[in-house]
């Protein structure tokens, strides 16, 4: 087992099979928590190496306990489309990966869960997906 990643690896795909994304879960606590999703999950995993900097942050307190769920790119050409204010990956973000963390562990929370991606982080549920797609950031 590799101490930078986590044990589990899957791959997330859409209901409409518009998406496919491979993944990595780190599970949290059975109690409700929330879920963090990390797009570019491979540069979060590889070359930030972040899985045992959370692990010491939750253990000392200083982050709550919560599941991590770390999405791949896809690869630059579907990076470049996900991250355009696309609706549709948001949406498959928003309601699938959620979903599926949910599904996986029951207590993932399915509101106010937090996604990052490498220039930006935001709180996001399935009903806020599709908005923060249609409001261009200022």
Not at 80 to 97: E, K, L, V, Y
Not at 100 to 123: S, Y
Request: hydrophobic residues 40%; aromatic residues 10%.
């Amino acid at each position: 087992m590799n101490a930078l990643f986590p044990s589990e690896t899957l791959t997330l795909q859409s209901p409409d099979n518009a998406y496919t994304r491979d993944a990595w879960f780190h599970p949290g606590p059975q109690t409700p928590h929330r879920l963090a999703i990390l797009l570019d999950g491979e540069f979060y995993l590889e070359r930030a190496q972040v899985l045992p900097i959370i692990q010491a942050l939750t253990k000392a307190g200083k982050i709550p306990a919560m599941s991590w769920l770390f999405v791949a790119s896809g690869g630059a050409a579907a990076r470049h489309t996900d991250f355009t204010f696309n609706p549709d990956f948001a949406r498959f973000i928003g309601q699938s990966a959620v979903g599926w963390a949910h599904e996986r562990l029951g207590g993932v929370q399915t509101t106010q869960n937090l996604i990052c991606g490498l220039g930006r982080v935001c709180k996001m549920g399935p009903r806020q997906a599709s908005s923060m797609t249609s409001r261009p950031r200022r």
